[in-house]
């Protein structure tokens, strides 16, 4: 490699009111320029088969770099707002809760919905099979739907049917065991007696264990505002930290510990969110008291300044409770 002449992208603006870039009419074709432009010196500098793995691993790193590049300086263009369908009827509740709907033939699987709604539902994701969506609103209710009964239901997560009747519930849930055992399991259900689910006699309070986290940074509700919630971040100085540098988590040399109660949480963990809390003031999953322990020492902890943990930093006091009944 040594001894070797460097490669060189020569891209200059055509006008100073531009941004460094190939001039062209569409980002692919710039994509597709910078590409051959590489091959060409690909070529040239392993003519022989026996560079063929060199060439292949050059080929990726350029690209790769030449992608990074574009995606800074080209001219970037507007995101595409994502669909909305209106006048979706939902027809089935499939696993974790999620709502069944379909749109042109495929299913769209969306939270927060109940069979028999109409709804409006924003298409986040398309894959092959399927579509993910959200909920953004309903347009006719379901008959079959009731109110939720806990003030932390569309945050949590953590009981995704309470839209629904406990004797629906039973039934969805029957029907994933038999869909799961004729589909997947290809068994004739016509040949088989499903017998029906026993059902609890209690709906709420059934669990003796529950774990909850402490967080400095809990998750903010909708409408709240960030900056009365928690500290400004706090700019550190790199000299503290080895070779100067800043460590990943610190996010270009912020601190983002936080030192206002009104931003603490114990509760649980909102999904798919590893470091965000909710806080939780009553849980309907544990009988009492479960919810007066719990409140007891988050008071007790921010009246006597006990740091609630930091998970980003890995920072704090308090990092977990467990509570059993």
């Not at 017998?195 to 709240?224: A, C, H, M, Q, V």
């Amino acid at each position: 490699m040594y001894g070797q002449p460097p490669l060189v992208l020569n891209i200059v603006p055509q006008d100073n009111n531009l941004r460094p870039d190939v001039v062209c009419k569409r980002r692919q074709d710039t994509t597709a320029i910078c590409i051959s432009a590489i091959s060409y010196w690909l070529n040239n500098r392993y003519p022989s088969s026996s560079g063929i793995r060199n060439k292949r691993c050059c080929a990726k790193i350029i690209n790769f770099l030449c992608t990074q590049f574009l995606r800074i300086f080209a001219p970037m263009s507007r995101k595409k707002e994502k669909e909305i369908v209106r006048g979706v009827t939902v027809e089935s509740v499939g696993a974790e809760g999620k709502a069944v709907a379909r749109i042109d033939g495929k299913v769209v699987f969306m939270s927060n919905a109940v069979p028999g709604d109409v709804v409006a539902v924003r298409i986040d994701k398309r894959r092959e099979k399927y579509f993910e969506g959200t909920l953004v609103e309903i347009e006719q209710p379901s008959p079959d739907r009731v109110e939720p009964f806990c003030e932390h239901y569309k945050d949590c997560g953590g009981c995704a049917w309470q839209e629904l009747p406990y004797h629906l519930q039973l039934k969805y849930k029957q029907q994933q065991v038999v869909d799961q055992f004729s589909r997947i399991g290809h068994l004739p259900m016509d040949q088989v007696e499903v017998l029906p689910i026993l059902p609890s006699e209690r709906t709420t309070e059934y669990r003796n264990k529950l774990e909850f986290t402490f967080s400095d940074r809990r998750w903010l509700l909708s409408g709240e505002d960030p900056s009365t919630v928690f500290d400004p971040p706090v700019p550190l100085d790199p000299s503290e930290f080895e070779g100067g540098v800043f460590p990943r988590h610190l996010r270009g040399g912020y601190s983002s510990v936080n030192g206002n109660p009104a931003g603490f949480a114990l509760g649980f963990h909102i999904s798919k969110a590893f470091d965000k809390i909710l806080d939780i003031r009553h849980c309907w999953l544990q009988p009492e008291p479960s919810n007066e322990i719990r409140n007891f020492i988050r008071q007790y902890a921010i009246v006597h300044g006990l740091p609630f943990f930091n998970i980003r930093e890995q920072s704090g006091f308090l990092r977990n409770i467990i509570i059993r009944t």
